[in-house]
């Protein structure tokens, strides 16, 4: 059974630094590409970043890009989300994603490529 948990979340003031984890179980952590997502309130869930399952050059979205970076240690089988001067719309909840194909070609910047999915971590930036 695979589980993603998600941790680190939390309340910060506009220009902080927040470091989310997320750690896998289940299955072999290093054949999976891993993602962020983001849900803020009554908007839709939103990409963040993704890594591929060989840890090549992260992607990002541009709201996040030059702000937030990506990385994973497979010997911990955790991926990391370290963001740095976090804005007020950066307040959401935060979902980590397992990719549902082994060694995928390419970095999947679709939801619907992800079929494991966390429970989500707050992520509240004050101005």
């Known amino acids: 059974q695979v589980q993603l948990v998600e941790s680190g979340g939390g309340l910060v003031q506009a220009g902080d630094s927040l470091r989310l984890s997320c750690a896998a179980s289940?299955?072999?952590?290093?054949?999976?590409?891993m993602g962020w997502f983001r849900q803020a309130p009554g908007k839709e869930r939103e990409f963040v970043a993704a890594?591929?399952?060989?840890?090549?050059?992260?992607y990002y979205a541009d709201s996040v890009k030059g702000r937030f970076t990506l990385s994973r240690d497979n010997a911990k089988n955790t991926v990391y989300l370290q963001m740095n001067s976090l804005k007020p719309e950066d307040t959401a909840v935060y979902y980590c994603?397992?990719?549902?194909?082994?060694?995928?070609?390419?970095?999947?910047?679709?939801?619907?490529?992800?079929?494991?999915w966390g429970q989500g971590t707050q992520v509240t930036v004050s101005s």
């Open positions: 289940g299955r072999t952590f290093s054949r999976y590409a």
């Open positions: 890594i591929s399952w060989s840890g090549g050059t992260p």
């Open positions: 994603a397992g990719d549902g194909s082994p060694l995928r070609v390419g970095t999947p910047l679709q939801q619907g490529s992800y079929d494991y």
